[in-house]
């Protein structure tokens, strides 16, 4: 189900929960009358009115189309504004828009998500998804990486994900003092003595020159790019391929994407100009 | 020692290396414990030793006049600690075991004269130095970038 028939047409919904997860990090829930169904991965833009409209990915629940959740990162003029808001605050939601993570397709297989910082909001959906039909699926892995342990997203929800016995849970941290016991380096760190097999599922999520260090490593390990998944950022706006603010050579991001197989993609990543 | 040689022979390091040279190495080495707290190098102090980690994470911090380290990576099981032995220089670094370590640690000055001696056994070591010195160079490259910032 989508927000409107016109698909520029941004819906008002009242924020109902606030939370503030990291000082630049904040996540906002909404309860939409009659629900929001998306697929994991996809993403809705924001708008506020007077300000202007930004691309958020979707960090809720994929079962729970009672509540709409975003996890923004008040990074430029759009989010900065929207920082303030809280509770009973109106913005405008349109979406939801975008490619999915294909948790179905990996039925069966391993999973090994890695993610970057803020790269974990994305994901989460997909998480909470494969652990809701965890029998369906092998080993699932989750290496999350972030700046220094301040910076680590959903700590609680990383502690109940560390203590369940059939997830492997592992963070680490580009820096940290003594009160962290965690590891410290760049997060393909975590891939060290990991099992990966060739046919594992695995989904990337993070700045861009994290998943291509992280598509090294991998295929360093054995891994075809036919079954690394990533999801890409760039400058969505009309979020339904038309106006091309975020194209990528013959692809559009907010319509092809942002979720897309490696080997589709690769062949860009390496073109300077895009 | 047929027990040492076991050991040298299964860790990452010296994966594929010819069984004889794995034996000459055998004599340079001994297998140490580390409680927690200890370190294996200290700022300043002369590398005298190449580790190689079989167990337990080694911290390697900067050291902060005034104020705590500030660490900047973590070993573990599989890595190696001291890539500079080839041209041995006073550390820059404090590496502390932040829980039991067991390595191996292999003495310079015998490994030297093992690699001089035999250059087919200096080339294997050098070549296996330079790949874990270009690895951790990639890796202190990503993390100077910032890219979560």
């Known amino acids: 189900m989508t927000t409107s028939h016109n698909p520029y047409a941004p819906v008002a919904m009242t924020i109902a929960h606030a939370v503030r997860e990291l000082p630049d990090v904040f996540t906002w829930t909404f309860r939409p009358p009659g629900g929001f169904v998306f697929r994991p991965g996809q993403f809705n833009m924001l708008y506020l009115h007077g300000v202007g409209e930004v691309p958020i990915s979707i960090s809720g629940d994929p079962s729970d189309p009672e509540r709409l959740i975003h996890t923004i990162r008040s990074v430029g003029t759009v989010t900065r504004a929207m920082e303030p808001l809280g509770v009973g605050d109106v913005v405008g939601v349109r979406g939801p828009y975008g490619a999915a993570w294909p948790v179905d397709e990996a039925r069966g297989k391993d999973v090994l998500v890695l993610a970057g910082g803020l790269g974990l909001a994305p994901l989460r959906p997909a998480i909470l998804q494969v652990l809701a039909h965890r029998a369906d699926y092998g080993r699932v892995t989750i290496l999350y990486g972030a700046r220094t342990p301040a910076d680590l997203l959903f700590r609680d929800e990383l502690e109940r994900w560390r203590g369940r016995f059939d997830v492997r849970l592992e963070a680490i941290v580009d820096r940290a003092g003594r009160d962290w016991f965690g590891p410290v380096g760049v997060v393909t760190r975590l891939l060290d003595g990991l099992p990966v097999e060739p046919d594992d599922a695995v989904w990337l999520c993070g700045p861009e020159i994290m998943m291509r260090f992280a598509v090294r490593e991998l295929e360093k390990r054995g891994v075809p790019r036919d079954a690394i998944w990533i999801s890409m950022e760039r400058s969505m706006k009309c979020g339904v391929g038309l106006c091309g603010h975020c194209q990528l050579a013959g692809s559009f991001v907010c319509k092809d994407g942002p979720v897309y197989r490696f080997d589709r993609i690769a062949p860009y990543l390496q073109v300077r100009e895009l | ?149």
Do not use: W
């Open chain 2, 1 to 149: 020692m047929d027990d040492l040689e076991r050991v040298l022979a299964a860790h990452p390091f010296l994966a594929g290396l010819a069984p004889e040279h794995v034996g000459f190495l055998v004599g340079c080495t001994k297998n140490l414990r580390f409680r927690t707290g200890e370190y294996l190098m200290r700022e300043g102090e002369r590398e005298d030793t190449l580790y190689l980690i079989r167990q337990g994470m080694v911290v390697i911090e900067v050291p902060r006049p005034g104020s705590e380290p500030s660490c900047i990576e973590t070993l573990g099981a599989g890595d190696v600690l001291g890539v500079s032995c080839l041209t041995p220089r006073a550390a820059h670094l404090d590496c502390r075991a932040r829980e039991t370590v067991i390595a191996l640690a292999i003495d310079n000055v015998c490994l030297h004269r093992k690699m001089d001696a035999d250059p087919r056994l200096g080339y294997a070591i050098s070549m296996r130095l330079l790949e874990r010195t270009y690895d951790r160079l990639a890796r202190a490259r990503l993390q100077h970038l910032d890219v979560y910032r």
